[in-house]
């Protein structure tokens, strides 16, 4: 049940619409489709697309496996960079990654080859029966993990591979983090995020104990008592406040919060679908909830944002696809108000108008007008939870403060993913953070044995 919003109605999309919006947004490729587009690729020297690529897959390499059919190697050459590859190649923003950079994103050329979609047909199609990688020698070393979102999974899978034995404590009672709880649901569909965590389990070596939270289950002295290291890949737990009044009534919540339940249920018609909702935000996350709450069936969606597009972090090609879906977005508008019914519920927001100054600050102007919303998510950013942590990990700018090797402030102790400062948060940049960490993780107890 979605507390904030019980006493709205339920959706009154057909049943046929409804699977049509939440279904796989970029169907996969066939066969043949592969094979046309993978001769596209020009074999690049030294190649631009694998520059632009944070997880740094070697992607002629890949390509050219797959317009030689050798569809499992691709996808091994996948994986040994990126463990995830198959959820990076459905959610990653391509557009602003390797699809911008190669060399073939000309006007005169059409488009860019189709690098993600390549990157899904060959981990989709390749042969799993067997896991790809295999186990070093046991090195008798005990890593243990706090958090199986992206991060903490692909740190886990290189751990084990080097020979460690690895112990992640998840929170939540399914593995994956916001690939299970917060991706879009068209851009990961048939339970894909668990499929995925299972075929990475079968490296063997991991093991995964659900419903253990760091703080509440286990503490950090524990943790690094009874390991050789430790591995913090919490992500960001809490999402920021309007600071405004009345941010608890009745109509006013988080929109991870509500494409969580969106994402677990399995079904949609039992989720509450305001007539009309507000979302605050210019990211990722604002432009999920306002295509799927528009694809729900709220009729009038509001995308409203303090500064201009230019500034907004969700790129063009998803603002696009939340003005196609009539989502209506709205720059340079502060929200000032939460308007309540006579209620107590929410029936609106009041925005001041915003510009820059002469020295290029925001500040506010003396106009501002109203929109009615039964609905009011707030998608401004996500907060870490700090409170469960030793005082000698420092943080910075609300984050983990990590250095070149993802080591933290506190003596055997790393980070990586979204709860560190270093790079954007996308499920890509999580991903090689945990393989870094483990590499480095590997580095420093291999050069402790040593001695
Ligand atoms: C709504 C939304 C949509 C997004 N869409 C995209 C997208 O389309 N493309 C993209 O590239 N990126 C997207 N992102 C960003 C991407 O999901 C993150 O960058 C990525 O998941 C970060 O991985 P992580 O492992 O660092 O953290 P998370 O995925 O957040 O995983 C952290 C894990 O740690 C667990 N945990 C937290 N605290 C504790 C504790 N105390 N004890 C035990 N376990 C704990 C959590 O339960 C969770 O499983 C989106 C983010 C959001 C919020
Ligand atoms: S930049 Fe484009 S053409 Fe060149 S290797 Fe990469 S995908 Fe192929």
Redesign the pocket.
């Known amino acids: 049940m979605i507390e904030p919003l019980k006493h709205l109605g339920t959706t009154q999309v057909q049943p046929e619409k409804l699977d049509a919006g939440f279904s796989d947004i970029a169907p996969p490729l066939s066969k043949r489709q592969a094979a046309l587009e993978s001769e596209r690729c020009l074999y690049c020297y030294d190649a631009p697309c694998v520059n632009a690529c944070p997880s740094d897959i070697d992607i002629p390499e890949f390509i050219r496996q797959i317009a030689q059919d050798n569809v499992d190697g691709a996808a091994k050459t996948i994986w040994s960079e990126n463990i995830l590859g198959g959820s990076?190649a459905r959610?990653?923003?391509t557009e602003i990654l390797c699809e911008q950079a190669c060399v073939r994103n000309k006007a005169e050329e059409c488009a860019p080859v189709l690098i993600g979609q390549l990157q899904r047909y060959a981990t989709d199609n390749a042969d799993k029966s067997a896991h790809p990688f295999q186990r070093a020698q046991a090195s008798g070393k005990r890593v243990a993990i706090?958090?199986?979102?992206?991060?903490?999974?692909a740190a886990a899978h290189r751990l084990a591979m080097l020979g460690h034995d690895v112990v992640i404590?998840?929170?939540?009672p399914k593995?994956?983090?916001?690939?299970?709880?917060?991706?879009?649901r068209y851009?990961m569909t048939n339970d894909f995020a668990q499929k995925e965590v299972e075929f990475l389990l079968g490296i063997g070596g991991i093991e995964i104990v659900h419903n253990?939270?760091?703080?509440?289950d286990i503490t950090l002295d524990q943790l690094k008592n009874d390991h050789d290291a430790v591995f913090l890949?919490?992500?960001?737990?809490s999402t920021r406040t309007l600071a405004l009044g009345h941010e608890d009534a009745p109509g006013v919540m988080p929109?991870?919060d509500y494409?969580r339940e969106l994402r677990s249920t399995n079904d949609l018609n039992t989720l509450p679908v305001p007539e009309s909702a507000v979302i605050i935000g210019a990211g990722?996350?604002a432009i999920?909830?306002a295509v799927q709450i528009k694809r729900l069936g709220a009729e009038e969606v509001h995308l409203v944002y303090r500064r201009g597009e230019e500034a907004m972090s969700a790129t063009d090609h998803e603002q696009a696809l939340a003005r196609d879906e009539g989502v209506q977005i709205r720059t340079w508008a502060r929200p000032e108000t939460i308007e309540l019914d006579n209620s107590g519920k929410v029936a609106g927001m009041r925005f001041v108008r915003t510009t820059l100054d002469e020295s290029g600050k925001l500040v506010d102007t003396d106009r501002s007008f109203s929109l009615n919303a039964q609905a009011i998510f707030k998608a401004i950013g996500?907060v870490m939870?700090t409170e469960?942590l030793d005082p000698a990990i420092e943080i910075s700018g609300g984050k983990l403060l990590v250095d070149e090797q993802l080591r933290t402030t506190l003596a055997g102790v790393y980070a990586?993913?979204?709860?560190t400062g270093t790079g954007q948060?996308?499920?890509?940049?999580?991903v090689q953070q945990?393989k870094k960490a483990a590499e480095s993780i590997h580095q420093d107890l291999m050069a402790a044995g040593d001695k």
Request: aromatic share 2%; glycine share 20%.
């Open positions: 990076c959610v990653c923003p706090v958090g199986a979102g992206p991060a903490g999974l404590h998840e929170a939540q593995s994956g983090g916001l690939n299970e709880y917060g991706i879009a851009k253990s939270a760091l703080g509440r890949a919490i992500g960001l737990g929109a991870v494409i990722n996350t999920d909830m996500q939870i469960d990586g993913g979204d709860c948060d996308l499920t890509v940049e999580a945990g």
